[in-house]
């Protein structure tokens, strides 16, 4: 299992939404008669799942861009194995080990000096309660009563949001190299230049202060604090 967040300036979010797009555009994947901007931005949906070597260079810019731009951070939470979870000896159930976790991959980007939107994809939560559920347990933590640090937490369509689209990028390029897999050479090359921009093997944990590429391995045998 993998969680995470692609980060960045409020105000910076109109400018990244156009850059990842003109890449769409650039590489001819959404199409010209589609009535509206909105439309188009759905048409093809930036995924890892979709990585294969007609569309490899496409995806080689967008990463590339990723780490060219400094208004963009990644931070990921990996869970190696979650057969090897016991979330009772944790006093957990599922769903309390899905909230600590969540608030364990955002702790990294949550600062009390700013205040923070999050976004969460849609398919990504079961319902509407749970995502409140979530905000909640954020705001606790933070003693954010006044909701200053934490303005919102809302599910959106991520083929309607860029961003959304390039943590999903980055999320199963996390996922594929922790599960060992090796089954698509565009896909080996993709994380090979990952690899080579981050300066990171993506299979350790990195510092926590670490902001462009922050990456936590989470390992059911040591006893965390999150």
């Known amino acids: 299992m993998v969680l995470g967040a692609v980060s960045c300036p409020a105000e910076k979010k109109e400018e990244i939404f156009k850059r990842l797009l003109s890449f769409k555009k ?29 569309k490899l260079d496409y995806y080689k810019d967008v990463i590339n861009y990723f780490f060219d731009d400094d208004d963009l951070s990644f931070r990921a939470l990996v ?7 016991d979330y009772q000896k944790y006093n957990h159930t599922h769903d309390t080990f899905y909230y600590k976790m969540y608030f364990g991959m955002l702790k990294a980007i949550l600062s009390p000096e700013n205040s923070h939107c999050i976004y969460i994809d849609i398919k990504d ?7 409140h559920k979530l905000e909640q347990v954020l705001r606790n933590d933070k003693y954010d009563y006044q909701k200053k640090i934490i303005k919102r937490v809302q599910q959106v369509r ?15 390029a996390m996922s594929y190299i922790n599960r060992g897999l ?30 462009k590429f922050n990456i936590f391995i989470w390992e059911s045998q040591k006893l965390y604090f999150l």
């Open 182 to 211: 090796n089954t698509s050479q565009a896909k080996n090359e993709l994380i090979d230049l990952i690899k080579e921009r981050s300066k990171y093997s993506l299979v350790k944990s990195t510092l926590l202060k670490e902001k």
């Open 79 to 85: 869970v190696p194995n979650k057969n090897e979870l």
């Open 26 to 54: 650039k590489y001819k994947l959404i199409p010209k008669n589609k009535k509206n901007e909105k439309e188009n931005c759905a048409y093809y949906e930036l995924k890892w799942n979709k990585v294969s070597r007609s």
């Open 158 to 172: 991520s083929h309607e949001v860029e961003i959304l689209q390039l943590a999903d990028l980055l999320i199963g």
């Open 125 to 131: 939560t079961r319902s509407k309660e749970k995502v």
